[in-house]
């Protein structure tokens, strides 16, 4: 890992919002060993409660919740963490590609079925092409 990518990493938290378990340990597993910060829950009514003010991104798997509450949780983010990226893994990526841009940050859908590198190749990737600037990558 080239220096630059290693001091994004460690300026990285990740909260994750899955029901199942297996997902959560995993990705945060993961996660941790490519030098990530994170933070997981299977209750997704607590995401933002969670989620540091700091956080750069949420990873949501919608599909392990009802509609309603995937909708509640996604405005609450917006609400109280607009700037952070919300990045949604689900099977049905048609179903959110609507979603409203917060703070010139929108949504990242990333389509199911998926491995931990993939996410968060897909978080740097958007990471870096929102990087002001002047800021080094």
């Known amino acids: 890992m080239d220096p630059s990518r290693r001091d994004r990493a460690r300026c990285l938290h990740i909260t994750i919002v899955s029901s199942n378990p297996e997902t959560v340990d995993g990705l945060e597993a993961y996660l ?14 607590k995401a933002t409660e969670i989620t540091p003010t700091t956080a750069s991104v949420v990873v949501l798997f919608p599909d392990d919740f009802g509609s309603d509450l995937v909708t509640s949780a996604l405005g609450t983010l917006r609400s109280h963490r607009p700037k ?5 893994v689900t099977k049905e990526p048609k179903r959110f590609e609507s979603l409203p841009v ?18 968060l190749d897909a978080i ?5 092409s929102e990087a002001p600037a002047s800021q080094p990558r």
């Not at 941790?32 to 009514?45: C, D, L, N, P, S």
């Not at 740097?124 to 870096?128: E, F, G, H, K, W």
Request: charged fraction near 25%.
């Open 32 to 45: 941790r060993r490519a030098g990530v910060r994170t933070r997981g829950t299977r209750q997704i009514e």
């Open 84 to 88: 952070t990226l919300t990045v949604l």
């Open 102 to 119: 917060t703070e010139g940050i929108a949504p990242l859908v990333v389509p199911k079925p998926v491995w931990g590198w993939t996410i």
């Open 124 to 128: 740097r990737s958007r990471l870096d």
